[in-house]
């Protein structure tokens, strides 16, 4: 059974409704609109557009996870995103912080924030203790193959499926043994996170496949290279910005096939192409 809701600090999530999960990039090398939003008063201008455009929440990062991206410090990562907690925090809005540095997380959620987001799915020392000691966060579980720096040069091989659902499996129950409930663990594939167009495409095709996990799943489609390479025009993939049609696309077959969490750039397409979606549903 998969939980409805996602108990997070400050909100208990309603999950029966998709919810759409608006990205807010602290980074300078973001690989899809690296450093629009580096600076804090457009940051925050951003984020208030993506809230009216329909987003139900926001996902704060400030280090770049992009194939090849460069580490940066936790010093280096607490600058860029503490100020912008700080403000989006008195918000009234859920607000989750993108980072795998068990120092970001302590800090975050001593702010206030409502979710851990992290791509390493707290295999970093320290991670898991920050969230088992937190009465009730929220946490996104993302399966990612090696590291981003190596993940694109080195896939995945054979069926990714069995290998992600095993990798989540192990990685909830070690959270679960630590006393952290079910309802406050959400899982994600991690779509190009060191897969080939081909596993990222069976992954989608075969998603419900893991709510038998009894989680709910988070799909993180928008603007990835495998749909660069599908809608590429004569050998040439749009750039991550020219992706919009592609990435709705993904997010509701993602919906369609069980995800109750769709974490996206082009929040107003997305909420657009979900109310019709939903309209139509019986």
Request: include cysteine.
């Amino acid at each position: 059974m998969t939980h409805p809701i996602w108990q997070t600090s400050r909100y208990v999530l309603d999950l029966t409704q998709p919810k759409v999960m608006g990205i807010v990039n602290l980074t300078p090398d973001s690989f899809s609109d690296g450093g629009r939003h580096a600076n804090l008063s457009m940051a925050l201008e951003h984020a208030q557009t993506l809230l009216a455009q329909g987003a139900d929440m926001l996902d704060i990062g400030g280090e770049s996870s992009r194939p090849g991206a460069e580490p940066v410090s936790a010093e280096e990562e607490l600058k860029r995103v503490l100020p912008f907690l700080q403000e989006a925090l008195t918000w009234n809005v859920p607000i989750s912080v993108d980072t795998y540095k068990p120092q970001v997380m302590q800090a975050a959620l001593d702010l206030g924030v409502d979710v851990v987001n992290d791509i390493w799915a707290l295999r970093q020392p320290g991670a898991l203790q920050v969230v088992a000691r937190h009465p009730q966060c929220g946490v996104c579980l993302m399966h990612m193959h090696r590291e981003p720096q190596t993940m694109l040069a080195q896939p995945m091989t054979g069926d990714a499926l069995p290998l992600v659902k095993e990798f989540l499996s192990k990685q909830v129950l070690k959270l679960r043994d630590s006393g952290v409930q079910a309802n406050r663990i959400v899982l994600d594939p991690g779509i190009g996170f060191g897969k080939t167009v081909e596993q990222n495409l069976s992954l989608l095709q075969r998603q419900s496949e893991l709510l038998s996990l009894g989680h709910a799943l988070m799909a993180g489609w928008s603007r990835k290279g495998t749909l660069g390479k599908l809608t590429a025009i004569q050998g040439q993939s749009p750039q991550p910005q020219d992706r919009v049609g592609a990435s709705v696309a993904a997010a509701l077959i993602a919906v369609q096939n069980g995800a109750s969490v769709v974490r996206v750039h082009d929040v107003k397409e997305t909420v657009q192409a979900l109310r019709v979606w939903q309209a139509l549903k019986i």
